[in-house]
């Protein structure tokens, strides 16, 4: 099993920056893919970014945050950070970090972290 842990999320006012980073331990050579997910206040869990561990972007960002947000992976500390520049309040949500093992895509079967909080303020 991979255990993952996210940190870095907080208050930040509109227009601001906060960069999350998500630290796995365990089996980690057996993931393929690491990525990033949100959940705003009352709705479901949505996509936000992906990566291979080599730092290849898979997919396509989330609509919502292409060109703001930039997803990168640092593979000799075992991590992978989600740059977040120009926040908007529609980006407040719970910032969860996830890992799949090759083959697969992300699901309630993958490896997920507990998540970080990130509020932005108008």
């Known amino acids: 099993q991979v255990q993952l842990v996210e940190s870095g999320g907080g208050l930040v006012q509109a227009g601001g920056s906060l960069r999350l980073s998500c630290g796995a331990s365990?089996?980690?050579?057996?993931?393929?893919?690491m990525g990033w997910f949100r959940q705003p206040p009352g709705k479901e869990r949505e996509f936000v970014a992906a990566v291979t561990w080599r730092g290849n972007t898979i997919d396509d960002y989330a609509d919502s945050v292409k060109g703001r947000f930039t997803i990168s992976t640092d593979k000799a500390k075992s991590t992978v950070y989600l740059q977040m520049n120009s926040l908007k309040p529609e980006d407040t949500a719970i910032y969860y970090c996830?890992?799949?093992?090759?083959?697969?895509?992300?699901?309630?079967?993958?490896?997920w972290g507990r998540g970080t909080q990130v509020t932005v303020s108008s």
């Open positions: 996830a890992a799949t093992p090759p083959g697969a895509w992300f699901d309630d079967d993958s490896s």
């Open positions: 365990g089996r980690t050579s057996s993931v393929f893919a």
